[in-house]
């Protein structure tokens, strides 16, 4: 392999999904901590979806109808949404953009008439009110309407992916198995959200490889809702700016988990750097073959044991104690060493960077009802090919449609429980075990204590913010250096005016900032001219 030219850094993520019981834990406080403003009622950065399911927004894989992510044409990548001359044409009028339907209409509760409703034979109720208009309304989805309900005919036939794959899932509630998949923005490598941005406000940050919004570039064109196939951008109705998941950039800086990974019950989440070759991205997006696009990915990852890979990552300008903190990462581990955890459609062709461990659970489960030993070499193998949700509906999800790399981390996932049985058991090990799915023995005691045991230092590596040097590549500063980015509005700051403290014997008025988001053009707004008596 020749030496990269170009190496750089992405903080990238890995989750369990053996692990998450679905309980929206990392949801809640991901909408607390940078959601909870007027204008984004309907966004959720962090979701939870129950599979096999719509998904939110509603069906929002279905890139027939929405048009994003990439394609291939005549062996070059353009945005599905088409090129430069037809994003034009639709500049004010994009037909490809979900409606409030496909999400949902943010509601509260009328909670007044509970306290202020007069004496009467009725017990008051609190009926729900749109968060959009304030009119009374009828509850008919929400973020997660068909939680738990995986199997259901009503919202299972309306999935994509069971759409690809048939008949071959059996569709009965009573029988069927659900998981839980978790959701964030991918932060891909490739990605199309930034390629559609007519203003050029959506960027990747060269230091971390966090996509983001610059809110001052903004105009509200909206093309990067229809770009992103994931449909993880969003547009503030009150603001006019789009919105996206931020990776919690400011924690990252400081070396910190993101809100959702701090927050997980079921710790199932992984933060780690991962080195990559820049100059291998667009031509590993550009295979022709979609099922190759999962191997053609992990070829523009680098080892960062290699030492030619450090030099050239140094004088890429990545610092040395990134570099460090690449050898640690747990996400790299998972992804390059166990193999075990894929990408989320990859045949998107974004290069997405927030990575899956496939659910195992269901094939012990099964295998026990049956009246076989669930933990058993012989019959766990035998029995992944033949999954109630088979390896087929997996595959669309993480492989674009190739089971043989899902099938071979189930299987290292189930030598991985066969093998630390027979620990705990005190029962002789047997080589023969790990070799079958292609490792050794200190290999799966490694990958089952990042999995099973791992301590928070252990799954979150993550090294502090830097700057930097002049002359490097890397110097190119951020947009985001000063206040006023995405997620860091005060609460209020898009209903009134912020109040001004009284000015103290040794303080000096400040002057009243001004809002006019929200002035409807009546009357003239509190503050926009000095009051009578005041200096100019």
Same mark, same amino acid.
Request: glycine share 8%.
């Given at each position: 392999?020749?030496?990269?030219?170009?190496?750089?850094?992405?903080?990238?993520?890995?989750?369990?999904?053996?692990?998450?019981?679905?309980? @929206?834990?990392?949801?809640?406080?991901?909408?607390?901590?940078?959601?909870?403003?007027?204008?984004?009622?309907?966004?959720?950065?962090?979701?939870?979806?129950?599979?096999?399911?719509?998904?939110?927004?509603?069906?929002?894989?279905?890139?027939?109808?929405?048009?994003?992510?990439?394609?291939?044409?005549?062996?070059?990548?353009?945005?599905?949404?088409?090129?430069?001359?037809?994003?034009?044409?639709?500049?004010?009028?994009?037909?490809?953009?979900?409606?409030?339907?496909?999400?949902?209409?943010?509601?509260?509760?009328?909670?007044?008439?509970?306290?202020?409703?007069?004496? #009467?034979?009725?017990?008051?109720?609190?009926?729900?009110?749109?968060?959009?208009?304030?009119?009374?309304?009828?509850? /008919?989805?929400?973020?997660?309407?068909?939680?738990?309900?995986?199997?259901?005919?009503?919202?299972?036939?309306?999935?994509?992916?069971?759409?690809?794959?048939?008949?071959?899932?059996?569709?009965?509630?009573?029988?069927?198995?659900?998981? =839980?998949?978790?959701?964030?923005?991918?932060?891909?490598?490739?990605? &199309?959200?930034?390629?559609?941005?007519? &203003?050029?406000?959506?960027?990747?940050?060269?230091?971390?490889?966090?996509?983001?919004?610059?809110?001052?570039?903004?105009?509200?064109?909206?093309? !990067?809702?229809?770009? %992103?196939?994931?449909?993880?951008? =969003?547009?503030?109705?009150? /603001?006019?700016?789009?919105?996206?998941?931020?990776? %919690? =950039?400011?924690?990252?800086?400081?070396?910190?988990?993101?809100? !959702?990974?701090?927050?997980?019950?079921?710790?199932?989440?992984?933060?780690?750097?991962?080195?990559?070759?820049?100059?291998?991205?667009?031509?590993?997006?550009?295979?022709?073959?979609?099922?190759?696009?999962?191997?053609?990915?992990?070829?523009?990852?680098?080892?960062?044991?290699?030492?030619?890979?450090?030099?050239?990552?140094?004088?890429?300008?990545?610092?040395?104690?990134?570099?460090?903190?690449?050898?640690? &990462?747990?996400?790299?581990?998972?992804?390059?060493? @166990?193999?075990?955890?894929?990408?989320?459609?990859?045949?998107?062709?974004?290069?997405?960077?927030?990575?899956?461990?496939?659910?195992?659970?269901?094939?012990?489960?099964?295998?026990?009802?049956?009246? @076989?030993?669930?933990?058993?070499?012989?019959?766990?193998? #035998?029995?992944?090919?033949?999954?109630?949700?088979?390896?087929?509906?997996?595959?669309?999800?993480?492989?674009?449609?190739?089971? $043989?790399?899902?099938?071979?981390?189930? !299987?290292?996932?189930?030598?991985?429980?066969?093998?630390?049985?027979?620990?705990?058991?005190?029962?002789?090990?047997?080589?023969?075990?790990?070799? $079958?799915?292609?490792?050794?023995?200190?290999?799966?005691?490694?990958?089952?204590?990042?999995?099973?045991?791992?301590?928070?230092?252990?799954? =979150?590596?993550?090294? /502090?913010?830097?700057?930097?040097?002049?002359?490097?590549?890397?110097?190119?500063?951020?947009?985001?250096?000063?206040?006023? #980015?995405?997620?860091?509005?005060?609460?209020?700051?898009?209903?009134?005016?912020?109040?001004?403290?009284?000015?103290?014997?040794?303080?000096?008025?400040?002057?009243?900032?001004?809002?006019?988001?929200?002035?409807?053009?009546?009357?003239?707004?509190?503050?926009?001219?000095?009051?009578?008596?005041?200096?100019?």
């Amino acid at each position: 392999m020749a030496r990269p030219r170009r190496v750089m850094a992405q903080v990238a993520m890995v989750m369990n999904l053996d692990k998450c019981i679905g309980c @929206h834990t990392c949801s809640v406080t991901c909408k607390q901590t940078w959601t909870n403003r007027s204008g984004t009622e309907y966004v959720w950065f962090n979701n939870v979806e129950t599979r096999p399911g719509q998904g939110y927004p509603r069906r929002y894989e279905d890139q027939d109808r929405w048009k994003g992510g990439w394609k291939l044409s005549h062996g070059r990548l353009v945005p599905r949404s088409g090129g430069r001359a037809r994003r034009l044409a639709r500049l004010f009028s994009n037909p490809e953009l979900p409606s409030v339907d496909d999400y949902y209409e943010p509601w509260t509760y009328d909670y007044a008439t509970l306290t202020e409703a007069p004496l #009467g034979d009725d017990v008051p109720t609190a009926p729900p009110r749109s968060l959009i208009d304030g009119r009374r309304m009828a509850v /008919t989805g929400g973020p997660n309407w068909d939680d738990d309900l995986g199997g259901g005919p009503e919202h299972t036939a309306a999935d994509p992916v069971l759409e690809k794959i048939g008949d071959e899932v059996r569709l009965e509630y009573e029988q069927a198995f659900m998981f =839980y998949l978790p959701r964030i923005c991918e932060h891909c490598l490739n990605p &199309s959200c930034v390629a559609v941005c007519p &203003s050029g406000a959506m960027y990747k940050r060269i230091e971390d490889g966090i996509v983001l919004v610059d809110q001052d570039r903004c105009r509200g064109w909206r093309m !990067c809702v229809s770009g %992103c196939p994931y449909k993880k951008v =969003y547009f503030n109705h009150r /603001t006019g700016k789009a919105e996206k998941c931020t990776f %919690c =950039y400011p924690r990252i800086e400081a070396g910190q988990p993101t809100v !959702c990974s701090e927050t997980c019950v079921g710790r199932l989440r992984y933060l780690g750097v991962m080195l990559y070759d820049a100059d291998r991205v667009g031509e590993a997006a550009s295979v022709e073959d979609e099922k190759d696009l999962y191997e053609a990915q992990l070829s523009c990852f680098l080892d960062p044991h290699d030492p030619e890979v450090a030099r050239a990552a140094e004088e890429s300008g990545v610092p040395h104690d990134w570099i460090t903190a690449a050898r640690r &990462s747990p996400v790299r581990a998972l992804i390059c060493d @166990h193999r075990v955890a894929l990408p989320l459609h990859p045949e998107y062709r974004t290069m997405p960077m927030v990575w899956y461990v496939p659910p195992l659970s269901p094939v012990v489960d099964a295998l026990t009802r049956s009246g @076989h030993d669930g933990e058993e070499p012989a019959a766990l193998f #035998g029995a992944i090919d033949s999954l109630r949700i088979p390896l087929s509906y997996l595959a669309e999800l993480f492989t674009a449609g190739d089971p $043989a790399p899902v099938e071979a981390a189930l !299987c290292r996932l189930a030598a991985m429980r066969s093998h630390m049985r027979r620990v705990n058991l005190g029962e002789e090990r047997d080589p023969a075990l790990a070799r $079958a799915v292609g490792m050794d023995q200190e290999g799966i005691e490694a990958m089952y204590r990042l999995l099973a045991l791992a301590k928070y230092e252990e799954r =979150y590596v993550i090294p /502090t913010a830097y700057t930097p040097e002049d002359g490097t590549p890397l110097d190119t500063g951020c947009s985001l250096e000063g206040a006023g #980015g995405p997620g860091m509005y005060d609460a209020d700051a898009f209903h009134a005016p912020p109040l001004v403290p009284r000015p103290g014997p040794e303080q000096e008025p400040e002057p009243e900032r001004v809002n006019l988001l929200n002035w409807d053009g009546r009357g003239r707004p509190a503050g926009l001219f000095p009051a009578r008596g005041e200096e100019a």
